[in-house]
């Protein structure tokens, strides 16, 4: 199975244990996980949290299988400066349905790198992997998260209010939805395009 892609500048690969420092650097601060349930993290949060998904996703790719877990790395594609990490994770019991995620580092911020690092995931999940359905989430106030999924194509379902208790607050956890139905006609075509082998 293929272990790198390339896109606009960015490689996206499989995460791996080499990435662990450079990700726990970035969880570790309060800017990145302002919206985030969680952190910021300790290393050892982090590695314990990282570690099990890389330890499955490198068993799997080791074995010509497909992971069960997508947890990716994205860097610059020519300095291999780190940007951030993304992730495809099953929704039990619907098979083809995963959930999104992405964190980009603070230094990375306004490139358009949210976009690219969805787009990716919009195309993975629909393409490599076959999947019929993209689920993502975050809180009310992270304008810039929900902006990169609606550019994405995906669809405000719905609000969750009082969802998440975080630094003394409470927030509301808005709810998208993108189906594979819902892209045009050609545009899996295009955005397999995109991405080309590392």
Not at 1 to 14: K, P
Not at 82 to 102: E, K, N, R, T, W
Request: hydrophobic letters at 40%; glycine letters at 10%; aromatic letters at 14%.
């Amino acid at each position: 199975m293929q272990l790198s892609w390339i896109s606009g500048g960015l490689r996206f690969s499989y995460c791996t244990e080499h990435d662990l420092p450079d990700i726990s650097r970035m969880l570790a601060k309060e800017s990145v996980c302002r919206w985030l349930f969680f952190g910021p993290n300790t290393e050892e949060e982090t590695r314990s949290y990282f570690l099990p998904l890389i330890e499955e996703i490198q068993e799997a790719l080791a074995e010509g299988k497909t992971p069960e877990d997508h947890v990716f790395t994205i860097r610059l594609k020519h300095s291999g400066e780190f940007v951030g990490q993304c992730a495809l994770l099953p929704v039990d019991f619907s098979p083809g349905s995963y959930l999104i995620g992405y964190q980009l580092d603070d230094t990375c911020w306004r490139r358009g790198y949210g976009t690219l690092a969805c787009t990716f995931l919009v195309y993975f999940a629909f393409t490599v992997l076959g999947g019929y359905r993209l689920n993502g989430d975050t809180v009310a106030d992270n304008t810039a998260s929900r902006r990169v999924m609606e550019r994405c194509g995906f669809v405000l379902e719905g609000v969750q209010r009082r969802y998440w208790h975080a630094g003394g607050g409470y927030y509301d956890r808005v709810l998208f939805g993108l189906l594979a139905s819902d892209l045009a006609p050609g545009r899996l075509s295009r955005l397999g395009e995109m991405f080309t082998a590392a």
